[in-house]
DNA sequence: CACACATGTTTATTAAAGTATACATATGTC
DNA sequence: GACATATGTATACTTTAATAAACATGTGTG
């Protein structure tokens, strides 16, 4: 959210550092006040989409360089604190590890089920990939007349765009990791 | 600058109508307003980035499939009208048909000279490539220690990141076209 | 027909984006 | 050293983005 303000902040200022020009050159060029400017590369603003139009334009810039986060950066999660939501009486529970961004357009989940759990999904929009992982213990997934077993160490990718389970048939806690492609 | 919202506009409302949910339903998913999403479909708004992180994000879609244009429009631009520039004493005329946006990337161009009229130009940011086509006369186009005379019918392709210089040596007015691409 | 519910529009209010101006700090230049 | 110019920062003010709640308008359903 605010990762956008610190993306934007970071190409503005590279930008206007590569051409050696001042924060006043840029207001001139783009029509966007000096002071604007200033809290925009400080990561301090939530520009609209007519300022950042009007930095693009004057620049002769695209978007995407405007929006681009830096190459090299560290971003670290952690399953524990992670958000999470239970589900069939807290017997199924769902971490959501990296949380969807639209620039990553994928989001991550690690999965708990108890000895007997099960989680039935509707059906996701059109053109969305999932792909589960088994970290421990087995899981039965269900989807339309399809059913397949997974164990320890197996990985099942399937289109998730029709309703399917989640079903945990072993005698032991079963964790998976699950990804989540859309478009 | 408003054919962003117009391009946001289209692509919300086309993205609602084929997943064929309400308003109310993408507030709850995405955490803006219902008021401030019609606004949007409208084409009334100028949402802030955190809005249009908030929209992608809880639709589970791009920034680019949110802001990009609808596939098939028009769009009629004219030389009469069209703002324009002076130099050399309005010998060297030049019209802005196409401004610069920065979903497209490049500008557009018409140039005018009277005889023996010139202009120079300093040199561009790295990486601009510029295209000129002479329409009527004839002209030099001077680039470090580089010239060349293109005649009508002719275009000339050049890198940009120098300084440059266009020059009518002809007895008559010389039309050009001239493109800018950038980056 | 009356009622409930869903969907988009309008209105009033609040929060904050954006501007203009003044301020502080450097960096030469005579 | 004094002066002028350039550059980023802080402040006061205006505009407007964003919200919440009320309103209008369908669309079935018993």
């Keep these: 959210m605010e990762q956008m303000s610190r993306n934007l902040a970071f190409q503005l200022k590279k930008i206007r550092q590569q051409r050696s020009v001042s924060l006043d050159d840029v207001a001139k060029a783009t029509g966007v006040s000096k002071a604007q400017l200033a809290q925009i590369e400080k990561g301090e603003a939530n520009p609209t989409v007519s300022t950042i139009w009007k930095i693009a334009a004057g620049l002769r810039i695209s978007f995407s360089s405007l929006l681009q986060p830096p190459i090299a ?63 421990h213990g087995q899981a039965v997934i269900s989807a339309g007349v399809m059913h397949e077993t997974i164990t320890e160490g197996e990985t099942l990718v399937f289109s998730g765009h029709q309703a399917h389970e989640y079903q945990n048939i072993s005698e032991e806690l079963t964790v998976l990791h699950v990804i989540l492609q859309y478009k």
């Design 73 to 135: 950066h560290f971003m670290k999660f952690s399953s524990k604190n992670a958000p999470h939501v239970d589900e069939d009486e807290g017997r199924y529970r769902v971490y959501s590890i990296i949380p969807y961004d639209p620039e990553r357009g994928w989001e991550f989940y690690k999965v708990e089920m108890e000895p007997g759990a099960r989680s039935r999904s509707e059906a996701h929009t059109e053109g969305v990939e999932e792909t589960v992982t088994v970290i």
